[in-house]
């Protein structure tokens, strides 16, 4: 089954403790991407990788690190969270560039992580 | 800068009716796409619909619709016969390419419309 999977679904933390969502597909997509969704918000996204090796910064990226060491995986750090991290975390993926008729986004189920 | 605009907080509709949740975007390229995506309180983010800029006739996903208004830059969805199981958050989204070469695009979600279907 195509999908993209995400753990853990749920942590609780304390401020400065170093942590990592893992995000993984299974459909060998290019484009991988990582969301923070606030209330009255909606999606905002953290980072983003084109390709192995290839990351950049989305809209709301501090306080965050990402890697990509292979096409599958793409992580999520919290050096030092903070509670203003306290949010709901998506992981996405798509191909790129953007075949004809496949351009949406896959999204994995979604990380809940609250900092205290 | 690419903007989504949800203008309905939260809608309620009887179960059965129809209701549309309004979506205008605001950008400077042609070539783009736009999604309507649903988030029941699974939280799972569901694609209901989606649209490519080129194409003239609205999308239709079974009891989803949409009316897309490229000169206007409105992307309204419409949901016929709903049922509980409507009942969600719903995100407007448009991508569009960052780069000249179109490898790079970047997805913009709208703040989202709690819909409420009442027995």
């Known amino acids: 089954e195509a999908q993209v999977t995400q753990n853990p679904r749920y942590l609780i933390t304390v401020t400065g403790k170093k942590l990592t969502v893992t995000c993984s597909q299974n459909?060998?997509?290019?484009?991988m991407s990582w969301y923070r969704q606030d209330p009255g918000l909606g999606l905002r996204q953290i980072y983003y990788?084109?390709?192995?090796?290839?990351?950049d910064k989305g809209d709301v990226p501090e306080g965050y690190k990402v890697s990509r060491k292979e096409k599958r995986n793409f992580p999520l750090i919290l050096e030092s969270p903070s509670p203003n991290q306290t949010s709901l975390y998506f992981c996405?993926?798509?191909?790129?560039?953007?075949?004809?008729?496949?351009?949406?986004?896959?999204f994995g189920p979604g990380t809940r992580l609250t900092v205290t | 800068a690419q903007t989504v605009t949800q203008s309905q907080p939260e809608m309620s509709v009887q179960e059965a009716e129809t209701v549309t949740l309004s979506c205008t975007y605001d950008?400077?390229?042609?070539?783009?796409?736009l999604f309507w995506y649903k988030q029941p309180p699974s939280r799972q983010m569901i694609l209901v619909i989606r649209?490519?800029?080129?194409?003239?006739q609205n999308a239709t996903e079974n009891r989803f619709s949409v009316n897309f208004q490229k000169a206007a830059k409105s992307f309204s969805l419409k949901i016929s016969d709903s049922q509980l199981g409507d009942t969600a958050m719903y995100f407007c989204?448009?991508?569009?390419?960052?780069?000249?070469?179109?490898?790079?695009?970047?997805?913009?979600f709208g703040k989202g419309t709690l819909l409420t279907v009442n027995p």
């Open positions: 459909m060998n997509h290019e484009y």
């Open positions: 649209q490519e800029a080129y194409k003239q």
């Open positions: 996405a993926s798509r191909p790129s560039p953007i075949l004809a008729g496949v351009y949406e986004q896959y």
């Open positions: 989204a448009f991508m569009t390419t960052l780069n000249s070469g179109g490898s790079n695009y970047k997805l913009t």
């Open positions: 950008t400077s390229e042609n070539n783009y796409y």
């Open positions: 990788s084109m390709n192995v090796e290839v990351t």
